[in-house]
């Protein structure tokens, strides 16, 4: 397994940005896909983002695509999710999650850190 530490959560206006970070620590985090995912109260944990081992492949909730840009830094065993043009819609608790391929299927991830909260104000 990898242990996963979400950061970078808070509040921030609607039409805003936001960096979210995620320090993996554990064995071999270059051969996990990874992924971020997000859940807002009442509602089921849903797909954001994924990318792949080497970050030549990303994937995209078609509701976040074109502003939130996911990425990664295997020598520093992290991985970022820039979010821009923030919408009230946003606001949940965001996840990463390590998997073996950049897959969008919630069941396919197998480590979770333990969600950092995201706020938009209208």
């Known amino acids: 397994q990898v242990h996963l530490v979400e950061s970078g959560g808070g509040l921030v206006q609607a039409g805003g940005s936001l960096s979210l970070s995620c320090a993996a620590s554990?064995?071999?985090?270059?051969?996990?896909?990874m992924g971020w995912f997000r859940q807002a109260p009442g509602k089921e944990r849903e797909f954001v983002a994924a990318?792949?081992?080497?970050?030549?492949?990303?994937n995209y909730a078609d509701s976040v695509k074109g502003r939130f840009t996911i990425s990664r830094d295997n020598a520093k065993n992290t991985v970022y999710l820039q979010m821009n043009s923030l919408k009230p819609e946003d606001t949940a608790v965001y996840y990463c999650?390590?998997?073996?391929?950049?897959?969008?299927?919630?069941?396919?991830?197998?480590?979770w850190g333990q969600g950092t909260q995201v706020t938009v104000s209208s």
């Open positions: 990318i792949s081992r080497r970050g030549y492949t990303t």
């Open positions: 554990g064995r071999a985090f270059s051969r996990y896909a």
């Open positions: 999650a390590a998997a073996g391929g950049p897959t969008q299927r919630r069941d396919e991830y197998d480590s």
